[in-house]
């Protein structure tokens, strides 16, 4: 079980307090490491620092705005500064702000708010941290994509319900995945790795939003183990690519999908 084990090493979550943020930072302490909690909205960030600091584990809040590149770059010195290193990035942030468009009504300024930070943004932190790890000889980056980076979206799913699947998301989440390959590839020699969680429907997030029932049930039954990700599924998951228990395994995009995709 030592293989699993963090101990020592700083991660950087980004959107680390968020829905699967929360689950993510939490995984990575429970493991031993300092986790860094980072996002636009610092007094969240801070907040759920203290909650795990409550639990004797090791966490700081920070802010930074991924669609800024002066924030990207402050953040990471700020962790440099401190800590001296960055050893895991997990990339989880993402934006809305673009809306959840279909192709036929998405404005040029849509998809350049969506792309400032879901693309740009996305690329530019990672390559800033990517440059520390450089420096400490070593690292690992697991980007948080969707199962909509693995399949086209199933619109049918929907029902006759007013929702859809934007697609900005669809194009960046696929983005992710290659991302991801591009970066196992091209620094694997580095000591580098670099892999992928494409997670299906979120529970919490399901219920919290009050989604609609027909999509819900449409969702399940679609979904071979019959129901939703819940608040823990993603923490081994997590772990297992953060750790030396994955040292072999780079460029994979792990499914974390109840088998939705298998069919």
């Not at 969506?114 to 980007?143: A, D, E, F, R």
């Not at 960046?172 to 020699?189: D, F, P, S």
Request: glycine fraction near 12%; proline fraction near 2%.
């Amino acid at each position: 079980m030592e293989m699993f084990r963090l101990d020592g090493k700083i991660a950087l979550v980004t959107g680390g307090a968020g829905m699967y943020g929360k689950p993510i930072s939490l995984s990575l302490a429970e493991a031993g490491a300092t986790v860094i909690i980072a996002s636009r909205d610092e007094d969240k960030c801070k907040v759920y620092a203290a909650e795990l600091k409550k639990k004797n584990l090791k966490a700081e809040g920070f802010f930074y705005d991924q669609g800024d590149d002066s924030s990207i770059d402050n953040l990471i010195d700020n962790i440099v500064k401190k800590h001296k290193r960055i050893d895991v990035l997990v990339n989880n942030t993402v934006t809305w702000e673009g809306g959840k468009k279909n192709l036929d009504d998405i404005s040029k300024s849509d998809l350049e708010k969506s792309q400032l930070v879901n693309y740009t943004g996305l690329i530019l932190l990672t390559q800033g941290v990517i440059k520390v790890m450089l420096k400490n000889k070593g690292g690992n980056v697991i980007n948080i994509s969707s199962i909509q980076g693995t399949v086209g979206p199933n619109f049918g799913v929907y029902g006759k319900t007013d929702m859809s699947s934007g697609v900005t998301y669809t194009f960046e989440k696929w983005g992710m995945v290659g991302l991801t390959k591009w970066i196992a590839n091209y620094y694997g020699t580095q000591n580098i790795r670099a892999n992928c969680i494409s997670p299906g429907g979120y529970g919490p997030g399901i219920r919290e939003a009050n989604l609609k029932d027909e999509f819900v049930s449409n969702y399940k039954r679609l979904t071979p183990l019959g129901r939703f990700a819940e608040h823990d599924d993603i923490k081994g998951p997590v772990v297992f690519l953060a750790s030396e228990a994955s040292s072999y395994i780079t460029g994979h995009n792990l499914l974390l999908d109840g088998g939705w995709t298998s069919w």
